[in-house]
């Protein structure tokens, strides 16, 4: 496997389910992030781990909850979502340490809430 | 993070046209980046531009870095059918943090 990976690529869940998003990067990477992704607006920041602790929190609803339990691997945990969480959501990774942050994307998981 | 204002929203091309794009901020940026996304994946980084006037091709695009830090612009040369798709462009001021704007869609004039 290369570049940033996300499983699963598509996932429909009722509004009472549990499910979680996995993220994992073979870059050699130390930053982690989670977007999210609606039509037609630019992408928004959820999420930012920088060697595994947890930097920004973009003024997220709790549930949606991200675990980073190493710099490899990241992790959204999803319950009692609404309809308007819907969306495509983006992991990405970036090197802390570079002075340019040019960040990877994975492929994204499209979620939908019903 | 900050506001980008990307233009246009959308345009169509024709095979062999050059199309250009551009995105403005009202704060300062010390890194651009253009990136493409293709239908059911994830964006895709094109070019990284680095420093103000600076001038990136990468095959067919080419980028500017705006000497006010303020604005990017992204070419594309003889546009190819595979060139369709949504581009962003996006800014990072200090730290992790980039800046994205709303996206171009490219589509193919029938």
């Known amino acids: 496997e290369t570049g940033v990976t996300q499983t699963p690529r598509h996932l429909v869940m009722g509004m009472t389910n549990k499910k979680s998003l996995k993220c994992e990067q073979h870059l050699g990477h130390n930053a982690m992030y989670w977007y999210k992704q609606s039509a037609k607006k630019p992408l928004e920041l959820m999420f930012v781990?920088?060697?595994?602790?947890?930097?920004e929190n973009n003024s997220v609803p709790s549930r949606f909850s991200p675990e980073c339990p190493n710099s490899s691997h990241l992790f959204l945990h999803l319950h009692t979502l609404q309809p308007e969480d819907s969306a495509l959501y983006l992991c990405a990774s970036s090197s802390a340490e570079a002075l340019y942050n040019e960040q990877f994307f994975g492929p994204g998981t499209r979620l939908t809430v019903l | 993070g900050q506001q980008l204002n990307q233009s246009p929203q959308s345009m169509f091309i024709q095979e062999g046209e050059d199309v250009s794009m551009n995105c403005t901020s009202s704060s300062i940026f010390n890194t651009w980046l253009w990136y493409k996304q293709d239908p059911g994946e994830g964006p895709v980084l094109l070019i990284a531009?680095?420093?103000?006037?600076e001038l990136t091709s990468n095959g067919r695009l080419t980028a500017q870095f705006g000497i006010t830090r303020k604005d990017s612009f992204l070419n594309i040369s003889a546009s190819i059918p595979s060139d369709v798709g949504i581009y962003f462009c996006?800014?990072?001021?200090?730290?992790?943090?980039?800046?994205f704007g709303a996206g171009t869609t490219v589509t193919v004039r029938a």
């Open positions: 781990y920088n060697f595994k602790e947890q930097t």
């Open positions: 531009l680095y420093k103000a006037g």
């Open positions: 996006a800014g990072q001021a200090l730290g992790l943090k980039l800046s």
